[in-house]
């Protein structure tokens, strides 16, 4: 068996690195490698290799040099200055799970909270870098330049969307309920049926275990979503906890806003809500800015209000002291604070 280049080894694995943030141990399981052998050759931290690799490319062709590994947030956008309109921001060269991550990214621009929830697991550093990747970072570019030509019609859809996040009521969707045990409602406290079938399917499993018919003495009607008997002698009146969730089909307003999705997991059904508080910020990060926006205009025409005065005052001097209209008039004016003055 032939020795493994282990130089050209380290670079493919710097490349899957950088752009996915995959670890030695899983890339090394997906090349066939052996991860003890590998890690004595291939160095754990990519930073090396990747710096190298840069500066290869760029020495290779330094008009493509790519700030893979750019240290600013100019370096990027120097990069992807040239959007080309002729391509979607989801453009092919993306894998899904970086399509992902530039959703995210245009919804929270936040590369690290994108990063998570487009299913990553590496640290921050691996974020930072799939964020200066030049197709992510063209796509995002893209996304943004997109966003802000709509920006103007969509700034209240936006602002509604935020709202109904904020205001929704999870309980809508999901509630933890304490419910009727059922011995609460019971005759005399004794165990109640829901109905004289489910009654006869317990006697016929008893009856072919060859036990006892069960006591129905506690006769019929329970109902499973009943509050608890605050005298019930089996639950001393606390009932038995209950998670209910809604049908997210017949969700409307801003609980269906709330609701990202359901998925079923090893534990349960797991139901993914939006994050009120971050709509919540952002509401009131939209109404700061429209507000300051105000104050600057405010501001403007403050200043502008001074300078007309000012030149008003400069020519009533001026006629004044030519002594323009003959009539000696004396004008008092207040005394004009300069702009920004209090
Ligand atoms: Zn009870």
């Given at each position: 068996?032939?020795?493994?280049?282990?130089?050209?080894?380290?670079?493919?694995?710097?490349?899957?690195?950088t752009?996915?943030?995959?670890?030695?141990?899983?890339?090394?399981?997906?090349?066939?490698?052996?991860?003890?052998?590998?890690?004595?050759?291939?160095?754990?931290?990519?930073?090396?290799?990747?710096?190298?690799?840069?500066?290869?490319?760029?020495?290779?062709?330094?008009?493509?040099?790519?700030?893979?590994?750019?240290?600013?947030?100019?370096?990027?956008e120097?990069?992807?200055?040239?959007?080309?309109?002729?391509?979607?921001?989801?453009?092919?060269?993306?894998?899904?799970?970086?399509?992902?991550?530039?959703s995210?990214?245009?919804?929270?621009?936040?590369?690290?909270?994108?990063?998570?929830?487009?299913?990553?697991?590496?640290?921050?550093?691996?974020?930072?870098?799939?964020?200066?990747?030049?197709?992510?970072?063209?796509?995002?570019?893209?996304?943004?330049?997109?966003?802000?030509?709509?920006?103007?019609?969509?700034?209240?859809?936006?602002?509604?969307?935020?709202?109904?996040?904020?205001?929704?009521?999870?309980?809508?969707?999901?509630?933890?309920?304490?419910v009727c045990?059922?011995?609460?409602?019971?005759?005399?406290?004794?165990?109640?049926?829901?109905?004289?079938?489910?009654?006869?399917?317990?006697?016929?499993?008893?009856?072919?275990?060859?036990k006892?018919?069960?006591?129905?003495?506690?006769?019929?009607?329970?109902?499973?979503?009943?509050?608890?008997?605050?005298?019930?002698?089996?639950?001393?009146?606390?009932?038995?906890?209950?998670?209910?969730?809604?049908?997210?089909?017949?969700?409307?307003?801003?609980?269906?806003?709330?609701?990202?999705?359901?998925?079923?997991?090893?534990?349960?059904?797991?139901?993914?809500?939006?994050?009120?508080?971050?709509?919540?910020?952002?509401?009131?990060?939209?109404?700061?800015?429209?507000?300051?926006?105000?104050?600057?205009?405010?501001?403007?025409?403050?200043?502008?209000?001074?300078?007309?005065?000012?030149?008003?005052?400069?020519?009533?001097?001026?006629?004044?002291?030519?002594?323009?209209n003959?009539?000696?008039?004396?004008?008092?004016?207040?005394?004009?604070?300069?702009?920004?003055?209090?």
């Open positions: 068996m032939s020795k493994p280049d282990w130089k050209e080894l380290q670079s493919q694995f710097a490349a899957a690195h752009s996915t943030g995959i670890k030695l141990k899983d890339w090394c399981e997906q090349q066939g490698l052996v991860y003890d052998t590998a890690r004595r050759y291939i160095k754990k931290s990519a930073q090396n290799n990747a710096q190298r690799k840069t500066a290869q490319r760029i020495a290779q062709n330094p008009d493509k040099a790519a700030p893979e590994q750019g240290k600013g947030k100019r370096g990027a120097k990069n992807c200055a040239k959007p080309d309109p002729g391509r979607s921001p989801f453009c092919a060269d993306l894998s899904d799970k970086e399509k992902l991550f530039v995210y990214y245009l919804e929270c621009r936040n590369k690290y909270e994108a990063y998570r929830k487009a299913g990553y697991t590496g640290g921050d550093r691996n974020a930072r870098m799939l964020y200066r990747k030049p197709a992510v970072a063209r796509a995002i570019n893209q996304g943004i330049e997109q966003l802000s030509e709509q920006a103007i019609l969509n700034a209240q859809d936006i602002l509604r969307h935020w709202h109904e996040i904020a205001i929704a009521d999870p309980s809508e969707i999901s509630q933890m309920r304490r045990c059922r011995y609460c409602w019971g005759f005399d406290n004794r165990y109640q049926w829901i109905d004289e079938s489910e009654y006869d399917k317990a006697a016929e499993k008893a009856a072919k275990d060859s006892p018919p069960p006591d129905q003495s506690g006769g019929f009607g329970f109902v499973a979503n009943d509050d608890p008997n605050p005298d019930c002698p089996k639950c001393a009146g606390e009932g038995i906890e209950d998670v209910f969730l809604a049908d997210t089909r017949d969700l409307i307003g801003p609980a269906r806003r709330l609701i990202a999705g359901v998925k079923k997991t090893k534990f349960g059904i797991e139901v993914m809500t939006r994050d009120q508080d971050a709509a919540l910020k952002n509401l009131a990060a939209f109404h700061n800015l429209a507000s300051s926006e105000q104050e600057r205009e405010l501001r403007l025409l403050e200043i502008e209000r001074v300078r007309l005065s000012n030149e008003k005052i400069k020519a009533e001097i001026e006629n004044l002291r030519n002594g323009a003959g009539s000696e008039q004396i004008i008092i004016h207040n005394s004009l604070k300069p702009p920004g003055a209090e």
